[in-house]
């Protein structure tokens, strides 16, 4: 089905993303010593953004930065941390070349002072639960990722429930969104992640893979980040997330064939080909 060009191409003030082809590439930058799949390899500014400007190279079309483990049962860090590990990565990156960078993080400090160092994009775990974040993204008209979670990452592996996952977390996603919209941030630059692995099961992350097209039928565009995650690891018993690549390709196949807009991911050369394939298998 061909889409108008409007909902093909969006822009803002600080970037510029063609969804002309179909599903997209976020790849995943974490900044810090203790993120469950990458932890350490890039907590070095300076191999961070050689990690970035490799990601961008291989097809990344967003390049995610966050100075915050939000793994199960991860500790907060400050905002004075946080902001002293991506502030001179993203200004690395951003000198060396126009890929939007997206910010990781809840803090509405850390968000400001993120695109004050040339972020483009809020990629917000909590979907703005602090009004001043919304307030910050109208101001500044940052494209805001809105994603679901139960609990804290202290908590949210602890026993999640639910009645009806796809339900309440897209019923919460569009509340939430329906707020983003109110505080002044346009609807074309809200995305909604379904938060997989953030207060869920194996069977939570599962059904909302399977009705992901719920979702994307919704009306907003649709961010995934089902990479390496630990549901993959226990269905492929891969205890090492490094391992888990394989698992993440079925993963991602299964959301570009539902017509995700964007798949979050660390190994961004190898799902590049699994979205072509698809793209490919679609088209043909």
Request: with cysteine.
């Amino acid at each position: 089905m061909s889409k108008s060009s409007e909902k093909d191409v969006l822009e803002w003030p600080r970037g510029r993303l063609d969804f002309s082809a179909g599903c997209i590439i976020m790849g995943v930058l974490n900044v810090t010593p203790d993120s469950f799949s990458d932890g350490g390899q890039f907590f070095d500014a300076g191999r961070a953004i050689a990690h970035g400007l490799e990601m961008a190279a291989q097809g990344a079309a967003i390049i995610d930065v966050g100075g915050e483990s939000t793994r199960p049962a991860s500790a907060p860090v400050s905002t004075a941390e946080q902001t002293k590990r991506v502030v001179p990565v993203i200004e690395g990156l951003v000198k060396n070349f126009s890929v939007p960078i997206s910010i990781d993080t809840y803090d509405y400090k850390v968000a400001e002072a993120a695109l004050q160092a040339g972020a483009a994009i809020i990629n917000d775990t909590t979907a703005l639960s602090d009004r001043r974040m919304a307030q910050l993204a109208a101001k500044q008209q940052a494209p805001v990722v809105l994603m679901h979670i139960q609990g804290t990452p202290k908590t949210m592996q602890v026993d999640p429930k639910y009645d009806d996952v796809v339900g309440e977390v897209l019923e919460f996603l569009l509340t939430r969104a329906e707020r983003a919209q109110q505080l002044g941030i346009l609807k074309e630059r809200i995305f909604i992640d379904p938060g997989i692995g953030f207060g869920k099961t194996v069977q939570h992350n599962l059904l909302l893979l399977k009705n992901i097209e719920k979702f994307v039928a919704a009306g907003y565009r649709v961010l995934v980040g089902p990479s390496r995650k630990s549901f993959i690891g226990k269905i492929t018993c891969k205890e090492n997330p490094a391992e888990r690549i394989f698992g993440t390709a079925a993963a991602v196949a299964l959301c570009v064939s539902a017509g995700v807009s964007v798949v979050r991911v660390h190994d961004v050369a190898e799902m590049a080909d699994v979205i072509k394939v698809v793209q490919a298998a679609s088209k043909a």
